[in-house]
């Protein structure tokens, strides 16, 4: 399959996702349709073409896939009377024109798969699969579990839904709220898994950053008001700016090395002003933290200028909001630049005594990583390369594996 067919079919598989949903219910069912006519088009566009509106052809096979799962044995126990109001439904003509061909369903599937009566992590692990377009692995790997236990959340997510009859309309004010906080974690994670792919030869999957972009431009546009909604939109703007300068042919290029001039000032210009407009406000949300810390470093004009002491007191501010490992850990790397390698070494050691950021899975690998940095900056090449070592050998991304073993072996 080329890149532009999968590009397609992943833009297009939350829409048709969408169209099937709104039109059958039973969003489990729709989403094994939705598979199956991504699978026909894999097979059929790269030898055939594209056809002239793909959307459209996907929704039929989607269509008539779904039928047929509704006639199976154990479906026509349950939904028979479903089935033929369907069937009925897509003989009518006044149905025919389905709206989903002009509709952007996405951010309405994405509220869906927030529904308030799903837990927090099954909201998020849903989306990722029916919105974002993740595999499983790569949901297990954002949220540090296996492949398996993420593989039973989502089935049992989706069985959730069904059962509790949820249907395919935007939320109310209710209940929009209890729902939001899910939608940007999200988008948060689709963003992250795109900016770092969890493995593979690219270090960067700029479909799902893009992707993740775009639903965040569509949430701040139906919530202009929201300053984490602006903040978490900045803050991606701000990061996907540096994404060019990341890497020189197959190499991984650490930000204090980077070529600043291929940063996008677009972006940046962007993402600065959003998270200045809101920082005004004094409604302080972890987003927010993350976009002022993002701008901290597009402001300076090169690393010797970012002012440090600044992030790390911003890191500490996040950590207060939302202590997790993975803050913990970029506050390590603050401090040390702010104050030196030892002070940072010596706050790795407390918080892993505290907390075992070396044992976390989402922090597990990096924290070695961070502590091979700091061993090289005071000194200690000997140590810094096992670690580097170390590091290496716990990340599937080729592309990072191979700049930490390069970073081991030029220390010897």
């Not at 961070?370 to 592309?399: F, K």
Request: one cysteine or more; proline letters at 5%; glycine letters at 6%.
């Amino acid at each position: 399959m080329t890149p532009n067919v999968e590009h397609l079919l992943r833009t297009e598989a939350p829409q048709v996702l969408g169209a099937l949903v709104r039109r059958f219910g039973h969003f489990d069912i729709a989403e094994d349709a939705v598979q199956e006519a991504m699978l026909v088009a894999s097979r059929a566009w790269p030898t055939d073409g594209v056809p002239e509106n793909p959307r459209s052809w996907l929704i039929r096979i989607g269509y008539r896939r779904m039928v047929d799962l509704l006639r199976t044995d154990q479906a026509r126990r349950r939904r028979e009377r479903h089935a033929g109001m369907s069937e009925l439904a897509m003989r009518d003509p006044s149905r025919q024109a389905s709206p989903a061909l002009e509709t952007d369903d996405s951010l309405t599937l994405l509220l869906l798969c927030c529904h308030p009566t799903l837990s927090p992590t099954s909201q998020v692990a849903l989306t990722l699969r029916a919105v974002g377009g993740l595999t499983t692995t790569e949901i297990a790997h954002a949220h540090g579990t296996t492949e398996n236990t993420m593989g039973a959340r989502i089935s049992r997510a989706k069985q959730h839904l069904a059962r509790a009859g949820a249907r395919f309309t935007p939320p109310t004010d209710a209940d929009r709220d209890s729902r939001m906080n899910a939608v940007m974690q999200v988008l948060y994670l689709i963003f992250n898994e795109g900016y770092t792919a969890s493995a593979g030869d690219e270090l960067t999957r700029v479909d799902l950053t893009r992707e993740a972009i775009r639903l965040t431009r569509m949430l701040r546009d139906s919530l202009p008001d929201d300053p984490e909604v602006t903040g978490l939109l900045a803050l991606m703007l701000l990061t996907e700016s540096r994404r060019a300068a990341r890497t020189d042919g197959d190499v991984l290029v650490p930000l204090d090395e980077q070529d600043r001039t291929g940063w996008d000032p677009e972006l940046i210009r962007e993402g600065i002003g959003l998270i200045h407009n809101v920082w005004r406000r004094r409604e302080v949300g972890t987003y927010q933290l993350q976009a002022a810390i993002a701008a901290v470093h597009a402001a300076a004009a090169s690393p010797d200028q970012t002012d440090w002491p600044q992030i790390a007191a911003l890191y500490l501010g996040l950590e207060r909001l939302s202590p997790t490992a993975p803050v913990r850990l970029s506050r390590v790397v603050a401090v040390a630049h702010a104050y030196g390698p030892g002070r940072g070494l010596a706050l790795l050691d407390d918080l892993n005594r505290s907390y075992h950021l070396d044992e976390d899975p989402l922090t597990r690998q990096r924290e070695r990583a961070i502590r091979a940095h700091l061993l090289e900056m005071t000194g200690d090449t000997a140590g810094a390369a096992a670690w580097y070592r170390e590091a290496a050998s716990l990340t599937r991304n080729q592309v990072e594996q191979r700049y930490l073993q390069r970073r081991a072996h030029r220390l010897g």
